[in-house]
């Protein structure tokens, strides 16, 4: 089984710019959690996707935002780049299509490293 | 009070100790709990799920304290592989839905 794959590896922008990172979660999973760990501040939640539709956000600003396709594959979009969004970014898959979701762990990808110049 | 905390340490130990992590979580309906291990520059990978009547595997041991909040790992005889950034995670529900909740790790170095 294909475990999540997020694409690309790294990323290089400069202040002000846009930058899209994709993930694709394994198969069987809907739900689709980003997350950003910068230097020295641990995993901090960003975004979560399940169905479709946007669940629930961290306390990040607009312009970090995201979607989720039919085939449950997401995009995070980072509008107007600045410098202390240099961080590896994470993106995680879950089932929760059975009532015991809550107790499902969640499985991640390689991440996203994204430097901003 | 941060949400998850742990001591992040480091924890230099031999090959072969006992080593106990501890984390506390702050919202009292949290019903989930794990933990994951993350390598240096990789992506964080399950360890454990954390039962409310404790558990094992192999040699590592979670317990879940639900009246203190207290969540630990305890890893008996390290491996100089175990070396890693230990991730306490607990859920967090709130009306929008829920989502996992990581704490910042703790850090442990064993060596020969």
């Known amino acids: 089984e294909a475990g999540v794959t997020q694409s690309p590896t790294h990323l290089i922008k400069t202040r002000g710019q846009q930058a899209t990172l994709r993930c694709s979660p394994i198969?069987?999973?809907?739900?689709v959690y980003w997350y950003q760990q910068a230097l020295g501040l641990g995993l901090q939640f960003l975004l979560w996707y399940d169905e479709g539709e946007e669940r629930n956000r961290g306390n990040f600003p607009p312009r970090f935002s995201g979607r989720q396709f039919p085939n449950y594959s997401s995009e995070l979009n980072v509008n107007a780049l600045e410098l202390e969004d240099s961080a590896l970014y994470l993106c995680a898959s879950r089932r929760l299509r059975d009532r015991s979701f809550s107790n499902q762990p969640q499985h991640f990808g390689d991440g996203t490293r994204l430097s901003i110049l | 009070r941060k949400e998850v905390e742990q001591d992040p340490g480091p924890f230099n130990v031999p090959e072969g100790a006992t080593v106990a992590f501890n984390c506390t979580y702050s919202?009292?309906?949290?019903?989930?709990f794990f933990w994951y291990r993350q390598d240096c520059r990789k992506e964080p990978k399950l360890l454990m799920s954390?039962?409310?009547s404790g558990n094992e595997d192999g040699r590592f041991t979670a317990q879940l304290n639900r009246a203190s909040q207290y969540i630990s790992l305890l890893i008996r005889d390290s491996k100089l592989s175990d070396s890693a950034t230990y991730l306490c995670v607990v859920n967090k529900r709130n009306q929008a839905g829920t989502a996992l909740i990581f704490g910042k790790g703790t850090t442990l170095s064993v060596s020969s």
């Open positions: 198969s069987g999973h809907t739900s």
């Open positions: 919202n009292s309906a949290s019903q989930s």
């Open positions: 954390v039962y409310s």
